[in-house]
């Protein structure tokens, strides 16, 4: 996969209702594209014209679908203009009919043409609609077979950049006192190692001190967790890339999330930066008591 341009760039997300457009418009999100789902079709070549022009929206993404129906038939017209005017790609999403009916089946939700048709006769209607647009499209993906990480996967191959791509990680100390991080996917408790918070000299200073880091790493407990959890980390990190995770929040909890938390974290992200991941520290409790 290599780096995309840095030119402003658009890419138009369309095809059949229920065939994952919101999950590829969320993937290109992640990977640093400004996302707008059923953009109005007379407002498409504007945005195309602020995302030209921004400073800060380089790539933009956007859905076109059946939901605009009587603006279907402009579409090819507004797309052959954008294409003069700004590094354009379309991606038409499509899957079989009976693929199409199961997912509307499973998910008990309507077909946005509405029900005055049984599902396949609305399925088989919109590909009828949209037959002129599909003959556009730079990229067809059909999804019948594919899982959403294998969707968001081949999202990644046409439009990702080896940066965007990359699994970005944070770590964040907490103190359990005050609650667990909502946004962790990995916690580790730590309380189980001797709490400086109970040496006079170190109570109000916090494990970003170095008598404080010093005094944690003392103990050989220490040493043995952050041999084994920079371990587990590097086995179970690969796994989450694979399966198309784009952030990754591992919280290192102590008690007051002052004293120990703080030292492993920056300890952990300091490894895992040596190993080139893209990893972002924080310490949610430093400033409480």
């Not at 946004?183 to 008598?211: C, M, Q, Y």
Request: glycine share 6%; net charge positive.
């Amino acid at each position: 996969m290599t780096e995309r341009s840095s030119a402003p760039e658009l890419v138009i997300i369309t095809g059949l209702s229920g065939s994952g457009k919101g999950t590829v418009l969320k993937s290109l999100e992640d990977h640093g594209y400004y996302s707008v789902d059923n953009l109005p079709l007379d407002l498409i070549p504007k945005f195309a014209e602020l995302t030209k022009d921004s400073p800060n929206i380089r790539r933009a993404a956007l859905v076109v679908d059946i939901r605009e129906p009587d603006q279907l038939q402009r579409f090819p017209e507004v797309y052959e203009k954008l294409r003069k005017r700004i590094l354009t790609r379309l991606l038409f999403l499509d899957a079989d009919d009976n693929t199409l009916v199961r997912r509307y089946s499973e998910t008990r939700r309507p077909h946005p043409l509405g029900g005055s048709k049984t599902v396949l006769g609305n399925v088989q209607s919109e590909r009828e609609q949209l037959s002129a647009i599909r003959a556009l499209a730079d990229y067809v993906i059909n999804t019948s077979t594919l899982t959403v990480h294998q969707l968001r996967k081949r999202v990644a191959e046409h439009f990702g950049s080896t940066e965007s791509a990359q699994l970005q990680i944070y770590v964040m100390s907490f103190g359990f006192k005050h609650g667990v991080p909502a946004e962790s996917d990995l916690v580790f408790d730590v309380r189980f190692l001797p709490n400086p918070f109970f040496i006079p000299e170190f109570k109000n200073r916090t494990g970003k001190h170095a008598g404080v880091a010093r005094y944690i790493r003392s103990f050989p407990q220490t040493g043995e967790f952050i041999e084994r959890l920079s371990g587990m980390l590097h086995y179970l990190i690969p796994h989450y890339v694979s399966e198309g995770k784009s952030y990754l929040t591992i919280s290192i909890g102590c008690t007051g999330g002052r004293h120990r938390s703080v030292m492993l974290a920056e300890e952990i992200c300091k490894r895992l930066r040596k190993h080139g991941y893209t990893v972002r520290v924080s310490h949610r409790d430093l400033a409480k008591t």
